[in-house]
């Protein structure tokens, strides 16, 4: 793996397990690089988190292009997706975009419509297919999988770590059509999340 891949994967793991303000010179450590080689392709912590973004992103939404070209079954392909993003733990990486971060970056946009275009095909065919209730939208379900991969305050990551699959399992229950009950309130929409800030 050449260095700047690992300094993208140890900054990913760090920004998850203590944030995103954690030292970079233990970040270069744990690459296994030196910190002038963390600098040099990195030279601000604003540029090294861009960069896990994207990487994560892009890495979530590859998940959803595999999830829907191999699996037959629309819902199963969506169970799929929700589960492999899940162990991305994006939740715990919404804290770093907040602040100054730029959401409408040029690299950062396109990272983002990729992945909501890749999610909302998922979304689209298991309501085509029935096998998804009508009263919900893609919002709903980026929301629930933010909240449920953050960690709480004051606690590890692990501690939480046990029961995440458990609970996203139990949202996706409540997705599947026939619809148990009715839902209050409207759907959540990708724009509706625009519009009122991201989880």
């Known amino acids: 793996m050449r260095n700047r891949e690992r300094i993208v994967a140890a900054a990913r793991e760090m920004f998850v397990e203590s944030g995103a303000q954690v030292a970079l010179d233990e970040i270069a450590r744990r690459a296994g690089v030196g910190n002038a080689t963390l600098y040099r392709h990195f030279p601000d912590r604003e540029a090294l988190v861009h960069e896990v973004v994207v990487c994560v992103m892009a890495r979530i939404t590859r998940s959803a292009e595999r999830a829907a070209a191999e699996e037959a079954d629309p819902f199963g392909a969506l169970r799929r997706f929700t589960h492999e993003a899940a162990d991305e733990r994006i939740g715990a990486l919404c ?74 399992q139990l949202l996706l229950d409540g997705l599947e059509a026939p619809a148990r009950s009715e839902l209050p309130g409207a759907p959540a929409t990708l724009e509706a999340l625009r519009q009122h800030g991201r989880p």
């Open 95 to 168: 804290p770093m975009l907040s602040g100054t971060f730029d959401h409408d970056e040029p690299g950062i946009a396109a990272a983002r419509d990729r992945l909501e275009g890749a999610v909302q095909g998922l979304f689209e065919r298991a309501q085509a297919a029935g096998r998804m209730r009508p009263d919900v939208a893609v919002g709903d379900l980026l929301v629930a999988l933010s909240q449920l991969t953050r960690p709480l305050p004051g606690t590890a990551c692990p501690v939480n770590d046990q029961f995440v699959h458990r609970h996203l």
